[in-house]
């Protein structure tokens, strides 16, 4: 972890392959890091486990009760709104937000 990284209170990082978090990241309370997963198809589901890191750029905003799964990378200056879930890589300069995290606005 880097300097000036503020992590609030009741945040799950359950990590199996690598969890970076960048200068000057604030994660707001209940964020949820998760970098494992299974694979989608039923015979393989119980054997075999899949994971990929999760990448936090500096300056990064997550807040409250977020939730970042395996693979994604959020890029510099980036704001994660509260409840989000962020399946996909978000630009940097961008806030995300919703159930599936999609772009709304770049400065």
Known sequence: MAERVFINQGCTFLDY??????RGVMVGPKATFITIGHPVDPQ????FLTGAPINVAE????????????????????????GAV?????????????PKAAVRREW
């Open 59 to 82: 300056n990064v905003w997550i807040g409250a009760g977020a939730m970042i799964l395996p693979g994604v990378s959020i890029g510099r200056d980036a704001v994660v709104a509260a």
């Open 44 to 47: 393989e589901r119980r054997r």
């Open 17 to 22: 392959v690598g969890i970076r978090l960048s």
């Open 86 to 98: 962020v399946a996909e890589d978000v630009p940097a300069r961008s806030l995300v937000a919703g």
